[in-house]
């Protein structure tokens, strides 16, 4: 599934759609060049989740992880920039939350290709079009 988003409401809308997977699958993987929307996207899945389109939602870039209660349980958003080894997932509890069925949103997955081949995940790519227009593909 394919979206244009050109603007920060459309991009809400989508992300409630997405919200709707990630309950379905449980876990999201970001794709995406830097500045391409991945964070906002999430920020605004961490809000339809909690109910709170006015909530600070923090970027995760230099915690690598922020976590949030919502009425579905913890929402762990997970930024991977920085990672330089799959040991750093035993370390900031990402394959705990993954193998328990956590809810996960993850930025920068590449790390954890080969644990996604064994387990559900939705996929989403946002590519940068223009200033104000991304696509968004759900798969």
């Known amino acids: 599934m394919e979206y244009l988003s050109t603007s920060l409401q459309e991009t809400k809308k989508i992300a409630k759609h997405i919200f709707e997977e990630l309950l379905i699958k449980r876990r999201v993987a970001f794709y995406g060049d830097l500045g391409s929307g991945k ?8 809000q339809a989740a909690c109910n709170d389109p006015e909530m600070i939602v ?3 870039t230099f915690s690598f992880v922020n976590s949030y ?9 997970y930024d991977l920039y920085r990672a330089k080894s799959p040991i750093e997932f035993y370390e900031i509890g990402l394959l705990d939350a993954l193998n328990r069925n956590q809810l996960c949103l993850i930025e920068w997955p590449g790390l954890l290709e080969i644990y996604f081949q064994t387990c559900n995940v939705t996929r989403v790519t946002v590519s940068y079009k223009d200033k104000n227009t991304r696509l968004i593909s759900i798969s």
């Open 39 to 46: 964070t906002t996207l999430c920020r605004y899945i961490i």
């Open 58 to 60: 923090a970027s995760p």
């Open 69 to 77: 209660p919502t009425p579905f349980g913890h929402i762990h958003h």
